[in-house]
């Protein structure tokens, strides 16, 4: 990879100028997303409107070095004043709140920037729909950072199903279920909840934005295949929760394939909890995060076999996504890495007169988002009739 990222320097002639909408200090995900995209040298950070808090806004900037007048308290004002510089950014990084995600990324699409965006894609499907006709209209890249579709494994074991190595998929499992103080108890003092437990920003449902997306997104990546219908049982057990924080989302497909995605805040002692389980009529495939160098395959009638990433034998796109030798563990951050390289090389590709397409097609991006959006609006509607069966 390093020569492919040297090779791109030297094309594009200098490094990506990023903006950043959100993600100051206050923000848990911001500094997730600066040290992966710093990690290949292929961006730098020149622009940002930080916080909706002005003070934090403006010390991130100052902090991050990004230069006074490019340090802005209002997203509109700086997509405007970057668009008509000499220098503007090539992309926005949007790291907010989801209620707010359709109107910065419409904002920033009209003023001609490509647009890196953290899910789920919006707050609502009517946003959802509206996004994908403005970036339709414009024609620029878009990317939803759904980051654990940068691990080398998971690469791994989507081509497996592609090869047919498991045969004929019979069920499709996935879960996001963590249980931290963080997540797994209400503060004292409600006025401080985090965003993703109030239900005017997130909804009610909001756990499956926050987790479920990621899970969701996971298995429609690994399979290919998106189920035709749904059931969910969503339940609050933490007092004075006014989100839910448990959700169960089966899942039917048009093959007669079945799944599951569990999604909680409430499972206790689980740290992240993010896996999958694929089983076909050969063989299955099964991946934990917590675990991620490894993937097991095991055939009906052989050994299991232990992939780990970084060894020999893979596709050269599954290869490529391991950047060390094994035995050198990469983990969260460089799986993020990917993403944002991928997009590099996809944005430089639009600059050179290329088609992104090779790049694109492995990265997540506004169908997947608008999926995620539809399986929310499902899961929202079965709860409210009872759990019943509703089609997507």
């Known amino acids: 990879m390093a020569n492919e990222n ?13 903006g950043m909408v959100g993600g100051g200090f206050d923000s848990i995900i911001g500094e997730t997303h600066r040290i992966a995209f710093q990690a290949d040298g292929l961006f730098d950070l020149v622009a940002g409107a930080f916080s909706v808090n002005a003070e934090v806004s403006t010390a991130t900037g100052k902090t991050l070095l990004v230069a006074d007048d490019r340090n802005y308290l209002d997203y509109h004002e700086m997509a405007e004043l970057e668009a008509a510089r000499p220098d503007p950014i090539d992309a926005v990084v949007i ?3 989801p209620h707010v995600h359709s109107d910065v990324a419409i904002t920033f ?7 890196i965006c953290e899910k789920p894609l919006t707050r609502t499907m009517e946003q959802a729909l509206q996004l994908k006709k403005t970036l339709e209209d414009t024609g620029r890249i878009f990317v939803l950072t759904h980051c654990y579709s940068g691990f080398p494994m998971p690469r791994l074991a989507r081509d497996l199903v592609a090869s047919g190595a498991l045969g ?11 249980g931290g103080a963080g997540v ?39 399979t290919g295949r998106t189920p035709s219908r749904l059931s969910a049982r969503m339940q609050t057990f933490v007092d004075r929760r006014e989100v839910f924080d448990n959700a169960y989302v089966d899942l039917e497909y048009p093959d007669g394939a079945v799944g599951r995605i569990w999604s909680s805040y409430v499972a206790t002692g689980n740290q992240h909890g993010l896996s999958f389980r694929i089983f ?16 097991r395959f095991r055939p009906l009638r052989e050994p299991e076999v232990l ?18 030798r094994p035995g050198h563990p990469e983990g969260y951050i460089m799986a993020f890495a990917n993403l944002y390289t991928e997009t590099a090389f996809a944005i430089g590709a639009v600059k050179a007169g290329r088609s992104p397409e090779p790049w694109l097609k492995n990265l997540p991006g506004i169908d997947d988002g608008v999926l995620g959006m539809q399986m929310i609006e499902g899961a929202a509607r079965s709860q409210s009739a009872g759990s019943s069966w509703v089609t997507l």
């Open 109 to 115: 699409l009209k003023c001609g920037i490509h647009v």
């Open 95 to 97: 790291a907010t709140p």
């Open 6 to 18: 040297a090779q791109f320097l030297r094309l594009f002639g200098r490094r990506i100028r990023l």
């Open 168 to 178: 004929r998929l019979r069920m499709i499992d996935s879960e996001f279920a963590s």
């Open 280 to 295: 076909g009529d050969k063989a299955s495939v099964e991946w934990r995060e917590e675990d991620a160098e490894y993937l």
């Open 307 to 324: 992939y780990r990433a970084g060894q020999e034998g893979t596709s050269e796109f599954v290869s490529r996504s391991a950047r060390f």
């Open 184 to 222: 797994a108890l209400e503060p004292d003092d409600l006025s401080q909840r985090h965003w993703r437990f109030r239900p005017e920003i997130a909804g009610r449902e909001g756990i499956l934005g926050e987790v479920g997306t990621h899970a969701y997104h996971l298995i429609r990546y690994v």
